[in-house]
């Protein structure tokens, strides 16, 4: 388990996070979502080890994440958006390197992930697009057997029928009892996939609950026209998605854009909301 408590961080003088707590619990796929520069690939460096909390604490399976022991570094992999790679490598030369500091690593899933991926794994990374790279990259983090993967923007350079295979495959993760964390912009490209949802903003946890209990909360109603009781409203092709308080405990679909926009226009509403959950 990854616990997170009373965390500041902040860079010279702007701050991120103040006062911040939170848990991820193994066997989720959890959606951390917000804005561009509120700190979604700070908090995953944090977890990582690679920043030290100024003040509070982070542990992963009760070791802090900033002294980076090997038992710990083992059992954890961050994906970067963006990764600086060898020209001359191919995937399997980069696994191969890679292999060694992971007891878990399973050379046949590696296989199978950049079957599924369609990239050839022989192929160096100089000869890629920017979207086989990432595929590459992704097949690499998922067969080095951790408990935990942490991924930031994820779906960057993937096309449509890529996007859907990254969701199918991470779907197939979570049932081994793996604990990932997605730090995206890009909701719809997560819609159906993460639960719980974590929705940060500048120096605050918004929203952090699972789809339960947001559909227990909030609904997702599909109209004619804008409600004027609801927390968002957007005008769609053939008709207007209303997010409104769910006074009637009716069960909708999570529309993960619509949650967004609410949760940023209704800040203080939402908090209160989900006080306790």
Do not use: W
Not at 41 to 63: A, E, F, N, Y
Not at 118 to 142: H, N, T, W
Not at 209 to 215: K, Q, Y
């Amino acid at each position: 388990m990854i616990e997170i408590k009373n965390l500041d961080f902040g860079y010279k003088k702007t701050p991120v996070f103040h006062n911040i707590s939170m848990t991820f619990e193994k066997g989720s796929i959890y959606g951390l979502l917000g804005e561009n520069g509120v700190g979604k690939t700070t908090l995953l460096k944090i977890i990582s080890g690679l920043q030290r909390p100024q003040m509070g604490s982070c542990m992963v399976d009760g070791r802090v994440s900033f002294e980076r022991e090997p038992q710990f570094l083992e059992n954890l992999v961050f994906l970067p958006d963006a990764v600086q790679l060898p020209d001359y490598a191919s995937p399997m030369q980069y696994i191969n390197e890679l292999a060694p500091f992971y007891p878990n690593y399973a050379y046949g899933t590696f296989l199978h992930l950049m079957q599924e991926m369609e990239v050839d794994p022989e192929r160096k990374f100089k000869e890629m697009s920017y979207g086989q790279q990432k595929k590459s990259l992704i097949a690499c983090a998922l067969s080095l057997g951790t408990d935990y993967v942490l991924l930031d923007e994820p779906t960057n350079g993937l096309d449509i029928p890529s996007k859907a295979d990254f969701r199918t495959l991470l779907s197939k993760r979570v049932s081994e009892g793996t604990t990932i964390i997605i730090s995206t912009h890009q909701v719809k490209d997560v819609e159906n996939l993460i639960d719980p949802i974590i929705i940060l903003t500048q120096d605050d946890v918004l929203l952090n609950a699972d789809i339960d209990t947001i559909t227990r909360k909030l609904s997702f109603d599909y109209d004619l026209s804008p409600n004027p009781q609801a927390l968002y409203s957007e005008q769609l092709p053939g008709g207007c998605l209303n997010v409104c308080v769910n006074h009637d405990g009716r069960e909708t679909q999570v529309n993960i854009e619509g949650l967004f926009n609410a949760v940023l226009r209704n800040r203080e509403t939402i908090k209160r909301l989900f006080e306790n959950n």
